[in-house]
């Protein structure tokens, strides 16, 4: 019984630290690429940094950007292309790591329920 909980907790935990892995890679990456290659950009898009978005909740400035294309204002050229080819993988694991936090913090409850 406690080998199950604690196997289904270690599983969901598990998944959900893959996912902020990979978020925070695609995250890293951006970042480093918008910063490096299209200044201009990344000060359009607000300057985002890993510091300063540290958290689910610090991101959602930069995803609303991301989310409503903000990055076409750009006056540099293939800035557009580099940000399509990150605006998918970003949302896609930015909305999956805030799905999945939610049974890693409630896993208490979950688990007692479906273990007894």
Known sequence: ??????????????????????????????????????????????QPTMIKDRTLAATWETIKKLRDREYEKSPERGAVPFCESYRSPFLVLYYANCVAVIPVFTSPIWVHLVFG
Do not use: N
């Open 1 to 46: 019984m406690v080998e199950d909980t604690t196997l289904a907790f270690w599983a969901v935990f598990g998944f959900w630290f893959a996912l902020l892995l990979a978020g925070s890679f695609v995250q890293w990456r951006f970042y480093r690429g918008l910063r490096d290659q299209y200044p201009a950009t990344w000060e359009l898009l607000g």
